[in-house]
């Protein structure tokens, strides 16, 4: 025994225990997350029970099975409902019925021995709308121009409504929104020019004139978008709800009309990418509990590469300065341990630095030399994405730091020798010798940046995110990319729909989809990161012998 332990075979078995644990910890949590997030897109069952209330009265509720759970028959003795008290627990199962113009609550708990009857309809319908959330029911017919018409209409009608919301979309976001950004341009450059004391009257017409030809514009696109509008608002879906109340739902709501008792295996497949492509790229709704999270896709990624662009340099040339020119003093070491603590600080402090440094000591400073004409409003003087990628940076230096200086410190003095041996200059060297060698492990510095940054959210709220963006940092019009603009995160959106949203039970899919999609994000830049890295240590790597 003491051989085996002197030979250290315990500790190989109990590092390889330790890494089998971890691992599979891990891969447990990916599933997780992956399982639960993605079952958001495949389409439910619908399910039509016959149940009866408190009050014994026989009632109807259609739709999605979400949760089972069992109680305790005890908490349930107040109700007298008449169940079997020899039973010690009672199971009740959460149904999502939608409806919301007929009831308060998405959901619903029904109790299992009080349902009397359970059956799948197969021409019961989920109604995908744009507000409201789903409407779960039965067709009646539709309304076409205020008359009656066949269902083989539904989906030419629903294609014709996609059409015209996109061109509504393309007038609003690109069109009449360029003008509206060209208006307010106009009206900054003539308050500019009071405030410099050199509006002529020339001036103030020719600005004046073209502003009302953008208003002209404006005129006329407006009347496009209500010309579309009308004819978007002119059909109607009849329905019947569970409780037997007919409603109209105009077409411009309606987003997508499913039958899931009658899809096929295949039929709920297509379904499933069809609404996981439309996660990706389509915008949030209701309070970011349904919908796409594209804005927060585009933030986080965004603000990751500016992020990496700002830290990359910066603890690159801190690294060389440390390890290559500065002398192995007091002072070094000092900064070196300076650099390590700096590591180790809470997130949220650098949000509070950034929030009190950059955005009202920098950005308030810049608003009053280059944009005092927009003050009070301000520019930059307020949270945005550049602020973020900023603070981030700030907080990731540590780690590019200490990467890139273990790597320039691997590197044998003898080839610093050789290549000024030679007449290389010391600049030289340093670029054509040791940063090639070295950029392995300056890329498993931005590697591991890149895994912190994309995951923060505490400093972000304080420094540039917020719940819901009206627009994207990068859009049409000059100067193209705004990084004075707020911005919408993964991280963020996992949090406020997580803790903040106003139906929780709805929310709780969606909250894992999003962690599953940040997790997916995040590894895609990694692994880019680690495939350059790899191809360098490949070329590199007969350098170091």
């Given at each position: 025994m003491n051989s085996w332990f002197k030979s250290g075979s315990p500790w190989v078995w109990l590092s390889a225990g330790g890494v089998s644990i971890s691992l599979i910890s891990v891969l447990g949590l990916l599933w997780l997350i992956a399982s639960r997030g993605l079952s958001y897109f495949w389409p439910a069952d619908i399910y039509q029970f016959e149940t009866v209330n408190e009050k014994g009265q026989a009632v109807t509720v259609?739709?999605?099975?979400?949760?089972?759970?069992?109680?305790?028959?005890?908490?349930?003795?107040?109700?007298n409902l008449g169940l079997d008290p020899t039973k010690e627990t009672i199971e009740r199962i959460l149904v999502k019925t939608g409806n919301r113009e007929l009831v308060n609550l998405d959901f619903r708990w029904l109790l299992m021995p009080l349902i009397n009857k359970t059956t799948m309809p197969e021409d019961v319908v989920v109604v995908e709308r744009r507000t409201n959330g789903n409407f779960y029911g039965f067709i009646e017919g539709i309304i076409l121009d205020g008359q009656p018409e066949g269902l083989d209409k539904m989906a030419e009608l629903l294609e014709r409504v996609d059409n015209f919301q996109d061109e509504m979309d393309e007038l609003q976001k690109v069109d009449i929104g360029a003008i509206n950004y060209q208006i307010e341009r106009l009206r900054l450059k003539k308050r500019k020019h009071?405030?410099?004391?050199?509006?002529?009257?020339?001036?103030?017409?020719?600005?004046d004139a073209e502003v009302a030809r953008y208003n002209a514009d404006y005129q006329v696109l407006e009347k496009q978008l209500m010309a579309i509008r009308d004819k978007v608002s002119r059909d109607q879906l009849v329905v019947r709800a569970m409780g037997g109340e007919v409603i109209e739902i105009n077409f411009e709501e309606i987003l997508k009309v499913t039958y899931n008792n009658k899809l096929s295996v295949f039929g709920r497949a297509a379904v499933f990418i069809q609404q996981i492509g439309s996660f990706l790229i389509d915008d949030p709704r209701e309070a970011n509990t349904e919908g796409g999270v594209f804005p927060a896709i585009f933030g986080t990624v965004l603000m990751v590469l500016l992020m990496t662009v700002i830290v990359s340099p910066m603890g690159v040339i801190a690294a060389i300065y440390l390890h290559e020119y500065a002398g192995k003093n007091a002072l070094t070491k000092l900064l070196r341990i300076a650099v390590i603590n700096l590591a180790g600080v809470p997130s949220i402090v650098y949000g509070v630095f950034g929030l009190g440094f950059f955005v009202y000591m920098v950005g308030g400073s810049l608003d009053q030399l280059f944009y005092a004409e927009t003050l009070p409003s301000p520019t930059f003087g307020t949270p945005g994405v550049m602020w973020s990628a900023i603070t981030l940076a700030i907080l990731t230096l540590p780690v590019v730091i200490v990467s890139t200086e273990e790597g320039l410190s691997r590197i044998p003095s003898a080839m610093r020798h050789g290549s000024l041996a030679l007449g290389a200059t010391k600049a030289e060297t340093l670029w054509r010798i040791i940063l090639p060698i070295a950029s392995p492990a300056i890329m498993t510095g931005i590697i591991l940046a890149i895994a912190r940054a994309a995951g923060e959210v505490a400093p972000l709220m304080l420094v540039g995110v917020v719940k819901m963006a009206?627009?994207?940092?990068?859009?049409?019009?000059?100067?193209?990319?705004?990084?004075?603009?707020?911005?919408?995160?993964?991280?963020?959106?996992?949090?406020?729909?997580?803790f903040q949203s106003p139906n929780v039970e709805a929310a709780r899919p969606l909250v894992f989809a999003t962690a599953f999609l940040l997790v997916t994000i995040i590894v895609s830049l990694n692994m880019t990161a680690v495939t350059i890295r790899n191809r360098l240590r490949e070329k590199y790597r007969m350098l170091e012998h």
């Open positions: 259609i739709g999605e099975i979400y949760d089972r759970e069992s109680l305790p028959s005890k908490q349930l003795s107040h109700l009071k405030l410099d004391e050199t509006l002529t009257v020339e001036r103030e017409q020719e600005i009206p627009n994207l940092p990068l859009d049409g019009n000059f100067p193209y990319l705004h990084l004075d603009r707020k911005f919408m995160h993964l991280g963020f959106h996992i949090y406020d729909v997580g």
